[in-house]
């Protein structure tokens, strides 16, 4: 199935036009029913209640692995060890890991799994979950995305997640992996939350102008699309130009009810070798949602993002007086360079209070 490109342009990566060309596309049809069924997911994982055996302490360890997405496995040893794995390659690697480590803390003794993935398998395998949906476009595909829990017609809304340009969904085996949602977005889906994931090619992955780009575009199709779906609220979170993107977003009044950019916003200084330019300042004076939670997180030794002092207090002043919440996330101790927001120690710091800012929208200070 394809849908329309609400914006159409014929432009060279890079390259920055003199004019643009808008061309209007018949009404969007709806997405399939099937997104908003009951949930194909159980939530037993999450009921920590149920881990047999735990100390305090070890129910802290579960409390965190919780937080962190898919591939990743959870192992209990008969004597009180236990081990837990996640970033892992695949959830044999992941279990692979757990295990072994539950071998050392169990003292030599075996372990069991406990937890994989989104499923308990202590008494016995998970099941075997339906493929995602996917809804292809021109350019761009929308996809459920894979190892999360599925929430449907129960889910609080749909975080919708969107990558920076380093994703080429062209070379061998990319399509077993798809871009990855960075691990505070778990903490979405654990709250009741669905994951979608837009892939843009890269072929069609250009810029429009100094703020627009075929990113943004084609994640206004893909907020439209799941509003249709049924989801109550949509928000719209990325890495670099993802998250520019969902900045850039917020052109469109009511379009979303939340946009995370994580090493995403700010003054902008291009690649080596590379021309083209974006303008941070009129990005945020296209903002014209006033309702919608905003988070920008900002790093030292981002050589993408090199001012974020100046960037930081550019974002306080320029969205200060608006109704919904921001959260700016200025220079972190310890965290360093353009894919800091991918460390365990930003989800750990910061991956609660921006859960809190945008789902339950409250003003906070992490």
């Given at each position: 199935m394809r849908f329309p490109v609400l914006l159409a342009f014929t432009l060279s990566a890079c390259a920055l036009p003199s004019q643009e060309t808008v061309v209007q596309g018949p009404p969007l049809p709806p997405v399939p029913r099937l997104t908003v069924?009951?949930?194909?997911?159980?939530r037993t994982v999450l009921e920590i209640e149920r881990v047999p055996g735990l100390t305090?302490?070890?129910?802290?360890?579960?409390?965190?692995?919780?937080?962190?997405?898919?591939p990743r496995a959870f192992a209990l040893g008969s004597e009180g060890g236990l081990a837990w794995a996640a970033n892992a390659r695949d959830s044999t690697e992941a279990e692979q890991r757990a295990l072994a480590q539950?071998?050392?803390?169990?003292?030599?003794?075996?372990?069991?799994?406990?937890?994989?993935?989104?499923?308990?398998?202590?008494?016995?395998?998970?099941?075997?979950?339906?493929?995602?949906?996917?809804?292809?476009?021109?350019?761009?595909?929308?996809?459920q995305a894979p190892g999360f829990l599925r929430h449907g017609r129960d889910a609080?809304?749909?975080?919708?997640?969107?990558?920076?340009?380093?994703?080429?969904?062209r070379r061998?085996?990319?399509?077993?992996?798809?871009?990855?949602?960075?691990?505070?977005?778990q903490r979405f889906n654990n709250a009741g939350w669905d994951v979608w994931v837009l892939v843009r090619d890269p072929a069609h992955d250009v810029n429009y102008d100094p703020v627009l780009s075929f990113a943004d575009a084609s994640l206004r199709t893909a907020a439209q699309l799941l509003r249709e779906a049924g989801y109550a609220r949509v928000v719209a979170a990325g890495q670099s130009a993802g998250g520019w993107a969902a900045l850039a977003a917020l052109d469109t009044p009511r379009l979303l009810d939340g946009a995370i950019a994580i090493a995403g916003a700010g003054l902008y200084q291009p690649p080596p070798g590379q021309v083209g330019r974006l303008d941070f300042p009129a990005l945020l004076e296209r903002v014209r949602?006033?309702?919608?939670a905003v988070v920008v997180a900002m790093f030292a030794g981002d050589p993408l993002l090199p001012w974020p002092a100046r960037s930081a207090a550019m974002l306080r002043m320029a969205l200060g007086n608006r109704e919904g919440p921001v959260l700016v996330i200025d220079r972190p101790a310890g965290l360093y360079g353009h894919g800091a927001g991918?460390?365990?120690?930003?989800?750990?710091?910061?991956?609660?209070?921006?859960?809190?800012?945008?789902?339950?929208?409250?003003?906070?200070?992490?």
């Open positions: 069924t009951d949930s194909v997911s159980a305090e302490a070890g129910r802290r360890s579960y409390a965190r692995f919780l937080t962190y997405p898919a539950c071998l050392r803390a169990n003292g030599g003794r075996p372990c069991r799994l406990y937890a994989r993935d989104q499923h308990v398998v202590w008494d016995g395998p998970a099941p075997v979950e339906p493929s995602p949906i996917a809804i292809a476009g021109e350019g761009w595909l929308l996809t609080v809304g749909a975080i919708l997640w969107t990558h920076g340009r380093g994703s080429d969904m061998d085996g990319a399509a077993e992996r798809l871009p990855t949602p960075l691990p505070f977005v949602d006033t309702e919608a991918a460390e365990p120690a930003f989800n750990d710091r910061y991956g609660d209070c921006i859960l809190r800012t945008v789902a339950a929208r409250q003003a906070a200070r992490c």
